[in-house]
Every structure is written in C-alpha cells, then in structure tokens.
C-alpha cells in the first residue's frame, strides 16, 4: 500500500483548500479511508472517515466544514476544507483504516 497526500499550501483564514491522495496497491472500491493531522509539536488526531460503502464522519472539530471524497477510477481520496481556521493548522495524512502503513503527508498553514 502506498499513499501520497498533496495539495496543502498557505491560506487565510476563512479560506479553503481540497488535499488529495492518490492510493495504489489497494482498490479504494473495497476500503474504508481515513484522513489524520498532526499539528506541530501535537500528537496526530483524527479528521475524516469514508467507508467503502460511501458512509462518512468527522471530528466534531472539522465537522460542516469538511467533506472527505473519493474517486474509484482515480484511486484517490478527496479532503475538502472550506471555512479554515488557524488551529487547522497541521501536516494531513491519508491512511487505509486497516493498513498500519502512512504516506508522506501535506502541510496546511492557516494565517489568521
């Protein structure tokens, strides 16, 4: 399994971006993806699940601003943030909920 996240950058508060992650090695038709952030100095935490079935959650702290995506012909995973904050701050990973394997992750700086 091999997972690439991009597509962070520097944005203003109120702001939006999309991240992306390509996935290869596994079909995302057949897995349940994650996404993670760790903010600097903080322990990774939790953001976005999308079930195989098209099922979705949030951490309450993402949650009406986020929308976690997917394209099967693509093979990649969508992260859709609208309305950022400074604590959004952070490098996102995408993770395959039941591989113990994560990609090289993008940063998202939030100015304020």
């Known amino acids: 399994v091999q997972l690439q996240a991009y597509g962070g950058g520097l944005v203003q508060a109120g702001g939006s971006l999309r991240l992306s992650c390509v996935v290869s090695?596994?079909?995302?038709?057949?897995?349940?993806m994650d996404w993670f952030r760790q903010a600097p100095g903080k322990e990774r935490k939790y953001v976005a699940t999308?079930?195989?079935?098209?099922?979705?959650t949030y951490a309450d702290s993402v949650k009406d601003r986020f929308t976690i995506t997917s394209d099967t012909v693509k093979n990649t995973v969508y992260l859709q943030m609208n309305g950022l904050k400074p604590e959004d701050t952070a490098v996102y990973y995408c993770?395959?909920?039941?591989?113990?394997?994560w990609g090289q992750g993008t940063l998202v700086t939030v100015s304020s």
């Open positions: 993770k395959a909920s039941r591989y113990a394997v």
């Open positions: 999308l079930t195989h079935l098209g099922r979705t």
């Open positions: 090695g596994i079909r995302l038709s057949a897995n349940t």
